[in-house]
């Protein structure tokens, strides 16, 4: 009748720092005149939802896509999701840029990318 729900696999610290966020080919990125970034990403839509907005006639089929403004710290990290960077170096380099404490970098990269990739517009590996 009910479905345990899977424990997600648990990694350390130092594995999260290590992995390399990887951007998402379907986002699309728009500089904005203040220096920012719009991201544009497709929404993930569940297949009882989809079947039930067409019925209804809320939907066409095409793909559905969201946005969101990054702010200048959310710029400044999505800027350096190249493929390449790990979470550990990029949360160094934020360090660096805006003079607060490696901990206080890693928590604040670390959340943000676990927030976009949430929103599937990155992936780790």
Partial sequence: MFRKKRPEPVISRSEALDMVPVRND????????????????PLAIKPWFGRLAEKVGMWDKRPMTKQVELDEMGTFVWTRIDGQRSVRRIA???TAAYGVQPREAELSVTTFIKNIGQRGIIGLR
């Fill in 92 to 94: 160094a380099e934020f």
């Fill in 26 to 41: 379907a986002v699309e990125e728009t500089p904005l005149d203040n220096g920012l970034v719009r991201l544009a990403y």
